[in-house]
């Protein structure tokens, strides 16, 4: 049970804990991290990080880890897992933003941020700003809707400050790099075009969630990604991988590009535009780290 309220000045110099650092995402922000010291990782998989425990079975050691905390970044939670999976319970997306904000709000904790996704946005024409509608086509951005408006909610009656970062395809942790396999098919559009997506490297992923930590005022939604957005087959070619493309399928949602005017008022500068090259060499360059020992 979580217990007492342990009121904590905004302070900056205070380190950042990070809840799920085992997946994906996780491993890039250790890998990535400006700062040495500056990030306690919390997993539930041994020899990741260095706090090891599950945040919706012990509430109580959540609450600890976010004590002194300037910010908890939580990226803990349940992802597709693809055709070949297509049953996935996503519940536990809601459920982990909720421990997490009643935590941080009992350690004294003044920042939560929560990793949504850009399929909130569904298929709509962009760029897609943090007030366009959300309509999310499938079962995992119909539970990161649920997760930021139950989340936002109990934040709310808290008075706690949380930000649900709305974050684009992570160059390696997505399907087209992370999922490439010999004999890739890819869509091909009417118009003779692949599917284009807003995109984010590893190392600017990493740079700018440390940049909102250090923020004292950031929105309560940010679209997260580089500016622009970047043809998949581009990508792949980018990266000298093969594909083969196939009549596009039903449902494919052509282009998602977000808006990232808001992010760079945020962060005091514009946005840098996305650059396929650019993004193969920062995901190989991270190929060849060593997660930090942090």
């Known amino acids: 049970m979580l217990g007492s309220d342990f009121p904590t000045p905004f302070d900056l110099r205070g380190p950042v804990l ?17 700062i ?14 260095g706090l090891l425990f599950d945040p919706l079975k012990d509430r109580d050691a959540l609450m600890k ?4 905390k300037r910010a908890v970044i939580c990226l803990a939670g349940v992802v597709p897992r693809g055709p070949a999976e297509p049953s996935v319970d996503f519940a536990a997306n809601s459920d982990l933003a909720r421990v997490t904000v009643e935590a941080a709000k009992h350690a004294g904790c ?38 930021e408006e139950e989340a936002h909610a109990i934040a709310g009656a808290f008075g706690q400050s949380v930000t649900s970062l709305r974050i684009a395809n992570v160059a390696g942790a ?19 075009s692949t599917p284009r997506r807003s995109y984010i490297g590893g190392a600017s992923l990493a740079a700018m969630i440390f ?27 980018a990266a000298g991988l093969p594909w083969t493309d196939r ?15 808001l992010l760079g008022q945020v962060l005091g500068d514009p946005v840098p535009w996305v650059d396929p090259d650019k993004l193969i060499a920062e995901w190989r360059g991270g190929s060849n780290r060593r997660m930090r020992s942090i």
């Open 110 to 147: 003044p920042r939560v941020f929560l990793a949504s996704t850009a399929a909130i946005y569904g298929d709509q024409a962009g760029p897609l700003s943090e007030s366009a509608q959300a309509l999310p086509c499938g079962a995992y951005g119909q539970s990161k809707l649920r997760m």
């Open 65 to 68: 880890a976010a004590q002194g």
């Open 36 to 49: 040495d010291r500056d990030l306690i990782c919390q997993s539930r998989q041994s020899g990741v990080g």
């Open 211 to 237: 940049s909102l930590t250090r923020i004292p005022q950031v929105p309560p939604v940010l679209n997260l990604a580089l500016a622009g957005a970047v043809e998949i087959g581009a990508l792949l070619d």
């Open 18 to 34: 990070v809840l799920g650092a085992g997946g994906r995402l996780g491993r890039m922000l250790c890998q990535y991290w400006p």
């Open 247 to 261: 009549v596009a399928q039903k449902g494919v949602i052509p282009e998602v590009t977000l808006d990232m005017d």
């Open 174 to 192: 997505d399907a087209i790099l992370g999922g490439w396999h010999q004999g890739m098919q890819i869509d091909r559009m009417p118009d003779g």
